[in-house]
C-alpha cells in the first residue's frame, strides 16, 4: 500500500460513472446511462478527484504516482448500503438444514437463525469481534466497496448492542479512508427471554438503549426487522418515533419473508430505505413512487434463501430509482461480493449492466445520505474508485461471474490490489 499525494490515472480505455451536482438519484429510464470517457484520465490530489477529461487534454507530469490504465474501465467504487458484517461465528449447520428442507423461517422459529448469531456474540470479547469483522471489511474492499453501512443486531442485550456498535465505532476509526456509516438494529429479532413479554424488550430499546446511543453517537440510522414473526407494524413505529426523536433516520427491512406492512410504515417515519422487498404489490410500488424512500433490493438473499427475487425490472420501468445491496451477514447471505451481485441483478432481475451499476454506486449513496460525498466521479467527490483488468466493455463485469474482473480498490491516496486476497 503507497501514500502518494497527487495521483494521475492515465490512458484509461473509459472512465465511466461521471457525474455533476446536484448528484441526482437516477431514476427509471435514468437509470440505464451512465456518462463515460474514452482514453481518459483522472487526477487524485490528497484523497479528493480534482480534474479527469480525454488523454488530449491531459498536461500533468508532476505527480507522485502515474497510473497507466491502459484497456481498463475505471468506475466509482461501489456503495453496500446494508451488511451486517460484525458477527461472531457463521452459520453453515442452518445453511445443510436448509438443504434438507427446513426453512429460514422454520429456523428462526425454533431459537436458530439471529438468535443462534446473538447467543454466539454475546459470548464473544469485543477484540475478537473486532478482528472478524476487520477482515471482512478488508476482503470487500478489495472486491471494490469503498463505502459499507454496517448494522448491529445480533446484540439483543444492551451491553451486546453496544459492544457492536462500539466496534463499528473502532472500525471508522481505524479505518479513515473507507466510508462507513453504523446503523443500529436492536429490533433484528425477539431475545428468547422476552418471547413472553415483547414489551419490555422493546421497553430496553426505547429507554435505554437509544439514549445511550445518541449520547454516544453511535449509529446514523435505527432500522427495524419488521416482517412475520419478528416485529409488528405497530412496534416498528412505535421504534422509529422513538429513534427520530433522538435524531436517528429511520431504515427498515421489510417485506423478506412476507407483506409486511413495513413498506408503508417506513414510508410514514421517512425511512431513507425500505430494504429487502422480495414480497411486494403494487400497492407497495405506487406507495414507494409517491414517496422520498428508496427501495434497496438484495439479491444474494434470494440466491441463498431461495426465495423470490424483488421485482426490479417492474420496479425500474414504473420510473422507480433503485439501490442493490449484499447484506453481507452469516444467515441469509455470507458474502459481500459486489461483482457477484451484479451478475445476479442482470441475470436474476433482468437488470442492464448500466442499471445495476447505478444502482450500486450513485443511488445506494443515496441510500446513506452520501450522495455529496461518493458514489459518482465528480470534481470534488472522494476518490473512491475502481479499477478493472484489461476489458473490452463494461458487460464483462457482470458477465463474469464468480471471477471478478475488479483489479484495484482506489480509497483516496490508498492502492489495494484486488489479488492480495
Ligand atoms: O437481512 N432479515 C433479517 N436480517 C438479516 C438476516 C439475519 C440472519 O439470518 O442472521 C437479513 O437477511
Ligand atoms: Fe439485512
Known amino acids: 500500500m503507497s501514500h ?8 484509461v480505455r473509459k472512465i465511466c460513472g461521471i457525474d455533476h451536482p446536484p448528484y441526482p438519484l437516477r431514476l427509471g429510464k435514468a437509470m440505464s446511462f451512465l456518462q463515460s470517457i474514452d482514453d481518459a484520465y483522472l487526477l487524485i490530489e490528497n484523497g479528493t478527484i480534482t480534474d479527469f477529461g480525454p488523454m488530449s487534454n491531459c498536461a500533468y507530469e508532476n505527480v507522485d504516482l502515474h497510473i497507466n490504465a491502459q484497456d481498463r474501465f475505471l468506475l466509482p ?11 461472531a461465528k457463521t452459520r453453515e449447520a442452518e445453511f445443510v438444514d436448509r438443504i434438507k428442507g427446513l426453512s429460514y423461517a422454520e429456523i428462526a422459529a425454533n431459537g436458530g437463525g439471529i438468535l443462534n448469531s446473538a447467543r454466539v456474540l454475546q459470548e464473544t470479547s469485543f477484540e475478537d469481534l473486532y478482528a472478524s469483522a476487520e477482515q471482512r471489511l478488508l476482503e470487500v474492499q478489495r472486491k471494490g466497496t469503498g463505502t459499507i453501512e454496517i448494522k448491529s443486531g445480533y446484540g439483543l442485550s444492551f451491553d451486546a448492542e453496544i459492544k457492536m456498535l462500539q466496534v463499528i465505532k473502532q472500525l471508522k476509526r481505524s479505518h479513515p479512508a473507507m466510508n462507513i456509516h453504523a446503523t443500529f438494529l436492536g429490533a433484528h429479532a425477539i431475545p428468547l427471554k422476552y418471547k413472553e413479554n415483547r414489551q419490555e424488550y422493546i421497553r430496553i430499546i426505547t429507554d435505554e438503549m437509544l439514549p445511550y446511543i445518541a449520547d454516544n453517537q453511535l449509529a446514523n440510522y435505527c432500522d427495524v426487522f419488521c416482517d412475520e414473526g419478528f416485529y409488528t407494524v405497530k412496534e416498528t413505529d412505535l421504534i422509529l418515533k422513538k429513534a427520530a426523536s433522538y435524531g436517528l433516520k429511520a431504515k427498515i427491512h421489510a417485506n423478506e419473508l412476507a407483506v409486511s406492512g413495513g413498506v408503508q410504515v417506513g414510508i410514514a417515519n421517512s425511512a431513507i430505505s425500505v430494504d429487502h422487498l422480495e414480497e411486494i404489490t403494487e400497492v407497495e410500488i405506487d406507495a414507494l413512487k409517491n414517496s422520498h424512500t ?24 414504473s420510473g422507480l430509482g433503485i439501490a442493490l445491496a449484499t447484506d453481507y451477514n452469516p444467515g441469509s447471505t455470507p458474502s459481500g461480493d459486489m461483482s457477484f451481485l451484479l451478475s445476479l441483478a442482470c441475470l436474476k432481475m433482468r437488470l442492464l449492466p448500466e442499471e445495476a451499476i447505478n444502482a450500486v454506486t450513485i443511488n445506494a449513496a443515496h441510500a446513506l445520505e452520501s450522495q455529496d460525498l461518493v458514489g459518482s466521479i465528480a470534481i470534488g467527490k472522494e476518490a473512491k474508485l475502481v479499477l478493472t483488468k484489461p ?7 457482470p458477465y463474469s461471474y464468480g471471477s471478478s474482473v475488479i483489479d484495484f480498490t482506489i480509497l483516496n491516496d490508498q492502492i489495494i490490489k484486488a489479488s492480495d486476497m
Open 391 to 397: 476489458i473490452d466493455s463494461l458487460a464483462r463485469i
Open 77 to 87: 467504487a461501489w456503495v453496500d448500503s446494508h451488511t451486517h458484517i460484525v458477527f
Open 294 to 317: 428508496i427501495p434497496t433490493l438484495l439479491p444474494g438473499t434470494s440466491f441463498f434463501l431461495n426465495i423470490p427475487y424483488a421485482p426490479a425490472r417492474k420496479m425500474i420501468d
Open 4 to 11: 502518494p499525494k497527487t495521483i494521475l490515472i492515465h490512458s
